[in-house]
Structures are given as C-alpha cells and as structure tokens.
C-alpha cells in the first residue's frame, strides 16, 4: 500500500530545488518585506522667511521690495502666514514729523491664478497676525508669489531704534514616509 503523503513531500522538494533560483529570490523578498514596518503619512513643512530692518533715516526715501515665490502642489495641505512689523523709530518721533504714509508695510500673496489669497498694508505696529489658509476644496497648483513693498527708517548711532517687519509663509504638505527611506515621496 503506497502513502499519498510521502509522494507529494517528494514532488514537492523537487519542486523546490527546481525554483530556488529566481522563484525562491521572490518568495525571500516577500518575506523580508512583512518585516518592514508599513508606509505612514507625513507632513513636510517648507519656510519662506523675509525679515528687513531700516538702519537709518536715509531709508524713509528709498522704498524696499522683495518678490519671493514657492511652488504649491495637490499635496499641499495648509499655507501659515506670520507677520509682525514694528515702527520703533516711527513711534519714538513726534507725529508731526513722519506722517502715515511715510512707513508702512504692504504685502500681498497672490496664487498661481492670479487670485490675491492674503494681504496687509500697515501703517502702524501690527503684532504678530498668524494666518491659516485652507484649501477650499483645494489649492490653485503652481508657483504662488509673495510680494513685498515697505518704507521704515532707523538710526544708525545706537542701532537699537529701527524700523522692522518679519513675514514668514510655511507651506506644509502630506507626503508617504517609508521606513528606512530618509526623503518623502
């Protein structure tokens, strides 16, 4: 009387010695891969930071412009904006001798549609503004731009009497984070 059992064992290691080659390469690597600990989200945060100090009276005549930009893709989550501007020497003048529209800080966030998304214009100390702004469903994808226009003073003597603004934009995005890979993707 022949056993089933014995003959299929026997099929079977041939089998197995005839396929150890690339067949036994991908088997090994699905192992090794249920090892690995699964892909997880992950959020990225990329900062644009545009800070400017007036260094002397000189600098109420010359208006400061910066034009930053920064790409926005459909993994784009959320666009923080911090602004803070401080007119030290303008406050420490008398009224009489600075008007409003001798200082001020005019910024303006434009997406890539051309659609204004933020935007202040300040003549008088502005303490720090924090701004989220949300995809609504989503962002316009693109390069976005930061513009910047402002007009300060300060003195130079002491240098601790100066006009100043710090803007910052942080683009946060989702990416997928592989264990053991250092960059998102």
């Known amino acids: 009387m022949r056993r089933p059992g014995i003959g299929a064992a026997l099929l079977l290691a041939v089998l197995m010695a005839s396929t150890s080659g690339c067949m036994g390469l991908i088997a090994a690597r699905e192992s090794v891969e249920s090892l690995r600990e699964p892909a997880f989200e992950s959020l990225n945060n990329q900062k644009i930071t545009i800070t400017h100090e007036f260094t002397s009276l000189t600098d109420y005549a010359n208006e400061y412009t910066n034009r930053s930009t920064f790409g926005v893709t459909d993994q784009t989550t959320e666009i923080g904006v911090y602004f803070k501007v401080s007119f030290e020497l303008s406050r420490n003048l ?7 529209e001798s200082r001020y800080v005019r910024a303006t966030l434009t997406d890539s549609e051309g659609m204004v998304q933020w935007e202040q214009d300040v003549s008088e100390d502005a303490s720090p503004l924090e701004e ?20 300060g003073g300060g003195e130079s003597t002491l240098g601790s009497v100066r006009d100043n603004f710090v803007i910052i934009i942080t683009i946060t995005s989702s990416c997928t984070q592989y264990p053991l890979v250092d960059a998102c993707e």
């Open 94 to 100: 008398p009224s009489t001798f600075w008007d409003n």
């Open 132 to 151: 989220a702004l949300q995809p609504n469903p989503s962002f316009a994808e693109g390069e976005w731009e930061l513009d910047i226009e402002a007009r």
